[in-house]
């Protein structure tokens, strides 16, 4: 399966989240492009099978600005045919605890992808507990 990783990380942990994701996937088989929001065009998203999506949750709940072009996009597309996932890490201290999971999960279904999976949210967690569920997650993606 031909899958696209399109991620945007603050401190590193939504990039280690996709760096794992990706070289799980690549372990069972699938040919795996990993990109930051900041450096794709979302045309490009109808050339992979399969798209996943890695974001923090900004203040209140909200999506990152680096995100939000890419997303905005995102709400313009088709992806009918398109499965998917979302990613990401969160602090449940926050009332909306990884909220652009959510966001992001629910506009990809608006825009007609199958959702594979319910999405990954990390709660402060070491590397290692991080990278764990990452290959959990992966393996939920390969069908």
């Known amino acids: 399966m031909n899958t696209i990783i399109v991620y945007t990380s603050m401190t ?80 449940s ?4 605890f990884a909220r652009a999971v959510d966001i992001l999960e629910q506009t990809l279904k608006s825009r007609g992808c199958e959702i594979i999976t319910d999405g990954l949210k990390v709660d402060r967690e070491s590397d290692e507990q991080i990278k764990s569920k990452c290959r959990i997650f992966s393996n939920k993606l390969v069908i």
């Open 93 to 96: 201290c926050y009332e909306h």
């Open 12 to 91: 590193g942990t939504t990039e280690l989240m996709a760096t794992t994701i990706a070289k799980e996937l690549i372990k069972l088989g699938e040919t795996v492009d990993q990109k930051d929001a900041m450096e794709i065009f979302v045309e490009e998203l109808k050339s992979y099978d399969k798209i996943l999506i890695g974001s923090y949750t900004w203040g209140d709940g909200e999506l990152p600005d680096e995100l939000l072009d890419f997303y905005n996009e995102v709400k313009n597309t088709d992806l009918t045919g398109k499965t998917g996932a979302v990613f990401g890490p969160g602090d």
